[in-house]
């Protein structure tokens, strides 16, 4: 390669660079939590950012905080970082965002994470129509139930499938409030440990103590037997065959015999033809 070739190429190499720092072309950082996003009172958690190997730094932000709300450099040879609660409790109840920092400048920030406490309230009661066991298909009905006057009830599966449910609260009486989660056409995703939480809308990341478990057993749909009366023929019906077999039989009989008369009289024609012809 000649040096001037070798000028041009290194030129537009330096000017591509320039050109994607100044357009701000930096991956978007992944967030999550772990062990997840409903975390126990006291308990510990993990919120990972992870972005680009390039990263120098790692900013996590959280909605009403000062920004960042923490810092931390990316672990040794890995493209993320970790920041770690040792204790959840009210204050790390939230909406988190994050983002790094590179030799081209800032990432934008990931997607939002919603932290959840629970355990900030007495726990409400958890009931289920009309049994636990139920057929695939079916409809059952939960009903959470609380003393404590909830904006909100959340019903959550806990396991593999995380199917979880919101519904506005309704008094049902001066002191009781409730939420009727109706639940249809259930299938084996549904099978699991469920649990309602309430809450109040002026802090949604703020959960009340899980409801007493309920573990639901959907099984597969009853086998259908066929109906005798249906498939095997009554009385009526072979009496029927009979009659129709015997008039087939007679019918053959009798083109038997008209074959055999047809067959008699061209023989006897042809006997009596040469008896003519002799004379």
């Not at 958690?45 to 390039?54: L, M, N, R």
């Not at 074959?259 to 006997?271: C, G, N, T």
């Amino acid at each position: 390669m000649t040096p001037i070739l070798r000028m041009l190429l290194c030129l537009g190499l330096s000017m591509g660079h320039k050109t994607a720092v100044l357009a701000g072309i930096l991956q978007k950082p992944t967030i999550w939590a772990e062990p997840g996003l409903v975390i126990a009172q006291h308990m510990p958690v993990i919120i990972w950012c992870q972005g680009s190997w390039e990263a120098q730094e790692y900013y996590m932000h959280k909605e009403g905080s000062i920004d960042p709300w923490d810092r931390q450099f990316p672990l040794e040879q890995k493209n993320k970082a970790k920041f770690h609660i040792e204790k959840m409790s009210k204050a790390f109840a939230g909406i988190y965002k994050c983002y790094y920092k590179s030799p081209a400048g800032l990432s934008e920030h990931s997607d939002t994470l919603v932290l959840v406490l629970t355990g900030a309230y007495d726990k409400p009661s958890l009931y289920v129509w009309p049994s636990p066991a139920v057929t695939s298909g079916e409809c059952i009905t939960m009903q959470c139930i609380s003393s404590l006057g909830f904006d909100r009830f959340i019903l959550i599966q806990e396991g593999k499938h995380n199917l979880s449910f919101t519904l506005d609260s309704q008094q049902l009486t001066e002191m009781l409030f409730q939420a009727h989660f109706v639940l249809g056409s259930v299938t084996a995703n549904y099978n699991g440990t469920f649990k309602c939480y309430g809450c109040f809308m002026n802090n949604t990341q703020m959960w009340s103590t899980s409801s007493n478990p309920l573990d639901i057993q959907v099984s597969g749909p009853k086998e259908q037997f066929p109906n005798p009366t249906e498939n095997e023929p009554s009385a009526s019906q072979h009496e029927g065959h009979t009659i129709a077999n015997l008039i087939q039989m007679v019918v053959a009989a009798l083109a038997l015999v008209t074959l055999v008369i047809l067959l008699l009289e061209a023989w006897h024609s042809k006997r009596v033809e040469k008896h003519v012809t002799r004379r």
